[in-house]
């Protein structure tokens, strides 16, 4: 498994709007391979919710989410099978 602190990919979706960042997420995890991880960041204030309630319905797992102070928010999450 990668080293939970440095992600393997890097997903800017920062000025796209709902639903891109979530169909971009959902793209990048299927270019990784099991127990990688994605760093996703987005500016669009649906993601907060997109993005956790679809990993809650896959084998990929959220290890943290983040709200920056300038409207972005971060995602960490490792492929599932």
């Known amino acids: 498994?990668?080293?939970?602190?440095?992600?393997?990919?890097?997903?800017?979706?920062?000025?796209?709007?709902?639903?891109?960042?979530?169909?971009?997420?959902?793209?990048?995890?299927?270019?990784?391979?099991?127990?990688?991880?994605?760093?996703v960041i987005a500016t669009d204030s649906g993601s907060q919710q997109d993005i956790p309630r679809y990993l809650e319905k896959t084998n990929h797992r959220l290890l943290s989410h983040t709200n920056e102070s300038r409207g972005e928010f971060t995602f960490m999450i490792v492929c599932g099978e």
């Open 1 to 39: 498994m990668s080293n939970l602190m440095t992600p393997d990919s890097i997903l800017d979706a920062t000025g796209l709007q709902c639903p891109m960042p979530l169909l971009k997420t959902k793209l990048a995890l299927r270019e990784l391979t099991k127990g990688q991880i994605l760093k």
